[in-house]
């Protein structure tokens, strides 16, 4: 992947009014025991992923609160952009730089053995197949819903329903809403490269926010009084909010400190296991403010923000109170 080829592929990802438009998925072929489906199996399948990343947090969240840390092994990149003439992410943190499983240096080397041709981003969370030493699926979108339905077998005992089916048809459509409004619309505001696509943004990501800030006024989490996928994908956006999108992508209209219902919600999550033991508040500021890649000047000298806190994150939150359940996760038996 040469420079002009990375450029180019800049240049596609923002339109002509200025926006910013993200690239597709290359590998989206789902799970399942179909003839061309993935088959699920036990320590044949590896996830690549970074703490900086909301699209690959949401789906190691999901992966250890199910129990399938036991059979879909991690490997981790740094949040630290590699100095190269392309995007990519490299595997600086492990020993000698290099994947113990795999074999490699940077994320990208997977993606040109599976596809030559491959010229886009080089993007996490993605599936490997451990045996081909190739990536099966990206799908950031519908990842977890792969982790949450054809992965069952593989569930730990009482593991909790994620994705109830009662529920998928209205879990896809708000899904859907918190994709494009606000876990991609911080991006439309951090990637704009024209003020009224960067305003149109902004305006639509606060519409959203006090739409959920009023919802979570009434119950304590979107479907009421258990955790689903839509909660994971929400609490991957605002967990960064305030240390990073606030100051770095300029959606400064408020902090979520400032949403009392927000605020009190995202705390609920984040003192839940499988949440806050995986989520890297030094990661995410490393990544946003000394190394995204798009559209930055490489002479800028870049500051890393102190703050803030951390420990109040483990405040009280008194969420339960919109609760008649103590348990935070709904666990039963569906029928097949």
């Known amino acids: 992947m040469t420079l002009d080829n990375q450029k180019t592929e800049q240049v596609k990802e923002i339109s002509a009014d200025g926006s910013f438009k993200r690239q597709t998925n ?180 606060f519409a959203r926010l006090d739409q959920f800030e009023d919802r979570l006024s009434k119950q304590r989490f979107l479907f009421g009084d258990f955790i689903t996928d839509s909660d994971i994908r929400l609490y991957s956006t605002l967990v960064r909010f305030d240390a990073a999108y606030f100051a770095a992508f300029r959606t400064n209209r408020n902090l979520i400190r400032e949403f009392p219902n927000l605020w009190g919600y995202v705390r609920d999550l984040y003192q839940t296991p499988g949440f806050c033991d995986t989520t890297d508040f030094e990661a995410i500021k490393q990544h946003y403010f000394l190394s995204i890649t798009i559209f930055t000047d490489k002479d800028e000298v870049k500051i890393l923000p102190k703050g803030p806190d951390e420990s109040i994150w483990n405040t009280s939150h008194h969420r339960e109170k919109l609760s008649t359940h103590k348990d935070k996760f709904l666990i039963y038996k569906e029928e097949d």
């Open 26 to 205: 290359r590998f989206t072929t789902p799970f399942g025991d179909g003839p061309d489906e993935l088959p699920v199996e036990a320590g044949r399948y590896r996830l690549l992923w970074t703490a900086a990343c909301p699209w690959a947090h949401r789906t190691v969240i999901v992966r250890n609160i199910l129990g399938l840390d036991q059979v879909i092994s991690l490997g981790r990149v740094s949040p630290m952009r590699p100095r190269l003439p392309h995007v990519d992410w490299e595997f600086s943190l492990d020993e000698n730089g290099v994947d113990p499983v795999l074999g490699i240096k940077y994320v990208s080397e997977i993606y040109l053995k599976t596809d030559p041709s491959y010229s886009g981003r080089p993007t996490v969370p993605v599936i490997v197949d451990i045996k081909k030493k190739e990536a099966v699926n990206n799908d950031y979108f519908k990842l977890t819903n792969h982790l949450q339905t054809a992965w069952v077998p593989f569930h730990k005992k009482n593991a909790p329903q994620l994705y109830p089916k009662d529920l998928r048809h209205e879990i896809d459509e708000l899904n859907d809403v918190i994709f494009h409004d606000i876990n991609n619309g911080v991006y439309k505001c951090g990637f704009a490269r024209s003020q009224e696509s960067y305003e149109n943004a902004y305006d639509q990501l």
